[in-house]
């Protein structure tokens, strides 16, 4: 097979699931991981896939969000300094929504510490760390997996709907001052609406590279959010829509 044949069978995968492995792809191709690897290497200078480790996603449109492979491996160093950002918020004995984010994924791996916590999440990633890595008792939503591993649907939303959190921890696709937080898809929408909606303390985790985009459906407005914690002071435009009472967590920021 010539390699432009390879490269156009590869992106048609990629359009059918956004998502595949290098392995997964030399049993399709009946190739090398060193053929393959050079294949995305030359449909990456082209644009329209993204290389992670260990495979490739296609990324189009404002009304797609990044596979969670993607996610995770993006804008690491960000999410670790929001996650200790965030830390501090956290008390013994709160009982807290964290949605299926890598964001808020990061926050997961550092609440080590604490005992006696209760924390509802419809994300599978987050609840393993959690049972690993902590002694709080975690809840997960039941519902529909989704290919970001992530418990979406009505009757995730419906168990939400049972609880009420001292403060929920979420992450968004987009923020922007006009359109506050966006999501690429609707059902995350309803999910995080329904935390939003039983959380006493909402809390929203940004990091900088987010800041003034928008994706398919909206999520929350900025009046809605009691803080958001970001890796970056966000620019002069951004802070002029801030409305009174919301607070920015980000480093060097003044109390």
Known sequence: MLAVERQEQILEILRKQRYITVEALCGILF????????????????????RIRGGAALLEGLNM????????????????????????????????????????SALAERMTGFRHLSVVTNGLGTAN??????AAKVFLCGGLIQEHAALIGSVACDMIEQFCADIVFLSCCGLSAEMGATEASEDAVKIKQAMLRNARRKVLLCDSSKFGSAYFCKSCRLNQ?????????????FMRFIPEGLRLIYPQAKE
């Open 31 to 50: 190739a090398s991981g060193a053929t393959v690897r050079r294949d995305l290497a030359e449909l990456e200078k082209r644009g329209g896939i993204t």
């Open 129 to 134: 760390i959690l049972n690993e890595k902590s």
């Open 225 to 237: 959010l009691d803080i958001i914690v970001t890796d970056e002071k966000p620019d002069r435009e």
């Open 65 to 104: 969000d990044a596979p969670l492979p993607v996610r995770v491996n993006t804008n690491t160093e960000k999410k670790k300094k929001i996650a200790q950002l965030a830390l501090p918020l956290i008390r013994e004995s709160m009982t807290i929504f964290m949605d299926s984010s890598s964001t808020v």
